[in-house]
């Protein structure tokens, strides 16, 4: 909870004056939390306002204004409904007016400029809140603005912002393009999952998009709740169950009051939030300087790269918010990254274990997360959904006949895959559950490998879904293969066999299969390419796989992982590795000259982030950066220039399974990540071997959810 002065609250409009003192009294709850049964095409807001404080400081004669989401990234309505100026107990109201609704139209707050205390002008005080989707906003209500709501509205919206101008004039722009910005259903839930290019075609679906502003939106309220003043959450409204970030985000605000309450950015206190976060340019108000925090939360290359000097910004007399990191939490603090921890436990019950060892993870078109999640004591398994807002959508019954939940993947049809490689009746078979809406059916469709190859069955290791929903996966052991599901059916196709363990799998937008392949030396380890010799839209695959050693000594080679990232006019692979040749290596694909999409040859690169120990299974996002999970370095691997001279980050989020209002933070990342996707917010969710489920919210960029659709580009 958050300390706060008794402010005074004005009554907004006439008509609103008979229900200030009831909204008051519930914390104004009737705010954006939950998704409205239906859009109200004429929603009147008959009278908001709020107040905006720097700490415990009003801000006089700061600019006020109420913005509609644009159309476009960083860009505001050409409507903007109001505009307001704060009075000397830093109250502001607006006039009536009517929010555009059902059109996926979003609403926030800025203020600009303005005298904290009465005092001084600070041209750099710009602060905000984000309030949500038109239609669910009060017809009256008071918005608290403060550092705390700032650092929100920048984790979870910085990525679809862009300001611009100065002082009072300054300007806050937040929208996205119609590709991530899906419609919604009266339920309130997003229809992105409506899919339809070349490889998917239905007539009901005009465009193809996923949710990212909507679901961004819900990030921010899932950190604070902008119609109370008692701060950030210690518990996020989306999942009670989970842990919030509460003591990290108010130590950033506390850190934050320092620069809003000072004279503006020739004040020292600014000079030096500003210096911590000058990437990926220097900022001139407070708003764009905690977007940067966000995206480099790690302070690499920036002016000030002191965490623990950030942190000591803040002195006892500007802790406002509470309760803050202590010192022992300071020493266990290595980036201001903010993460929700979704903790092992979450979601048992009456046959069923609730997220323990969660080991793969895939994400839909939808933002809906599954789990594969195992445990070996007692030895079973189940699948379990998370909706965008980290809402429990589902968990399978515990399944003690299959007990591994590797490999996970999504498909656009409907399904949700998973392998099995320890099972009682030694099939090791494919699983295929049935989802719907994101709650995955308890019964699924059990699919055992073909043995055409004369290998025998091996153990499924890792699979991915292609374009036309069809389920690759590979397997060793016994056999070492790759295979594919082929769609809805419950028969497998057989492809090719190796002399060598078969490992990561992932393909590419052009259709082309590639794997890992480990042998007991580099001379033996492999990048491996199975080409699609047809189109993309309907794919061939005859004769044998294309292979590339990587580069490095003759030493023993783990490799994994495989993500792909956009360059000039084609792409690069990004393979993680481990023991030690540990890192990511590049791997530039040659193509054939017909067709021109089939790989006819790959040539491994230099590995990039040596330092990390067991790196695994990867994600790229749309800004071109590779995300791994180091198991053993218990951190998450940040690659941000995949050509020229690499940057690298380590985040370590701040995390902890203790009650809510803790002080302390543990800085293992879960504890062993083994799997990770980003959503098209920009989150990064982890699987991870002790903590449950971690997200990290606003540090990637927005990127496709399904990887399927093999889309490279930001939604």
């Known amino acids: 909870m958050t300390r706060a002065p008794s402010m005074p609250v004005r009554c907004l409009t006439a008509l609103a004056c008979g229900l200030c003192t009831a909204l008051l009294l519930t914390g104004c709850a009737s705010g954006f939390q939950t998704a409205s049964s239906a859009p109200d095409l004429n929603h009147t807001v008959l009278g908001l306002g709020g107040q905006v404080y720097g700490g415990a400081n009003p801000i006089v004669g700061a600019t006020v204004n109420l913005y509609v989401t644009g159309t476009s990234y960083g860009a505001y309505s050409s409507q903007t409904p109001a505009t307001a100026v704060t009075d000397s107990n830093g109250n502001f109201s607006f006039s009536p007016v009517t929010c555009p609704t059902g059109t996926q139209s979003y609403a926030y707050v800025v203020s600009a400029a303005g005298k904290p205390g009465g005092v001084t002008t600070n041209t750099s005080a710009v602060l905000v809140a984000a309030l949500g989707r038109c239609e669910d906003l009060p017809s009256t209500g008071t918005i608290f603005m403060n550092e705390a709501t700032t650092v929100a509205a920048a984790y979870a919206l910085g990525h679809f912002a862009a300001t611009s101008g100065s002082g009072a004039s300054t300007t806050v722009g937040i929208g996205a393009d119609a590709t991530n910005n899906s419609p919604y259903t009266g339920s309130g839930t997003s229809s992105a999952g409506c899919v339809n290019n070349t490889h998917y075609t239905t007539a009901a679906c005009p465009t193809t998009s996923a949710a990212g502003l909507y679901h961004a939106f819900l990030n921010a309220a899932n950190l604070i709740n902008v119609w109370q003043n008692d701060g950030a959450y210690a518990r996020p409204p989306g999942n009670s169950q989970a842990i919030a970030p509460e003591a990290l985000l108010n130590t950033i605000a506390n850190v934050l009051i320092t620069c809003v309450d000072s004279s503006g950015a020739s004040s020292s206190a600014c000079t030096q939030v500003f210096n911590s976060t000058s990437l990926p340019s220097a900022p001139t108000n407070t708003f764009r300087a905690m977007i940067n925090l966000a995206a480099n939360p790690t302070l690499t290359g920036a002016t000030d790269t002191s965490i623990s000097d950030f942190y000591n910004l803040a002195s006892s007399t500007t802790n406002f918010f509470a309760p803050i990191l202590s010192s022992t939490g300071l020493s266990n603090l290595h980036d201001y990254s903010l993460a929700i921890v979704y903790p092992q436990g979450l979601g048992s019950g009456t046959s ?19 789990i594969g999640n195992q445990n ?7 699948i379990a959904s998370f909706a965008s807002n980290g809402e429990l959508l589902s968990f399978t019954t515990d399944n003690t006949t299959y007990v591994t939940g590797w ?9 949700v895959f998973s392998l099995d490689s320890a099972d009682t009746s030694n099939t090791n078979p494919v699983l295929r559950w049935a989802s719907t809406n994101g709650a995955v059916s308890s019964t699924a469709t059990v699919i055992t490998s073909d043995t055409a190859g004369g290998t025998g069955v091996g153990s499924p290791i890792h699979g991915a879904v292609d374009r036309l929903n069809n389920y690759w996966y590979t397997t060793n052991g016994t056999s070492q293969s790759l295979y594919k599901v082929v769609g809805a059916s419950t028969t497998t196709n057989y492809y090719l066999h190796s002399a060598t363990t078969l490992q990561g799998l992932s393909i590419d937008p052009d259709q082309n299969v590639w794997f890992t392949e480990i042998g007991a030396s580099a001379s033996q380890s492999y990048i491996a390419v199975f080409p699609n010799t047809g189109s ?31 360059q000039s006019t084609s ?27 089939e790989v006819s040859s790959e040539t491994g690169g230099t590995a990039i982030a040596t330092t990390a120990t067991n790196m695994e299974y990867n994600d790229a996002d749309s800004a071109g950066a590779i995300w791994s999970a180091d198991l053993d370095g218990n951190q998450i691997v940040q690659v941000t220039t995949p050509t020229g001279t690499p940057s690298v980050a380590f985040l370590k989020p701040c995390l902890s399974t203790s009650p809510p209002g803790s002080s302390t933070c543990e800085n293992a990342v879960g504890g062993g990540p083994r799997d990770l996707s980003i959503d098209a917010t920009g989150s990064i969710w982890i699987a991870s071997s002790s903590y449950g489920v971690v997200q990290i919210i606003g540090s990637a960029a927005p990127t496709w959810p399904l990887r399927s659709l093999g889309v490279l580009t930001e939604p």
């Open 571 to 597: 792409y690069i692979a990004f393979v993680d590795a481990f023991t030690t040749n540990a890192g990511i290596y590049p791997v530039t694909p040659t193509f054939a000259s017909s067709p021109t999409t």
């Open 376 to 382: 070996s004591t007692p030895t079973k398994m189940n």
């Open 536 to 566: 993309p839209s309907s794919p061939t695959y005859t004769g044998s796989d294309s292979r590339a050693p990587l580069g490095g000594s003759a030493a023993d080679f783990s490799l994994y992982g495989i993500a792909f990232v956009p």
């Open 352 to 370: 069923i274990q609730g997220i323990q060892y969660a080991y793969s993870l895939g994400i839909d078109i939808n933002d809906v997360v599954y």
């Open 407 to 415: 490999g996970v993947s999504p498909d656009a049809a409907g399904h």
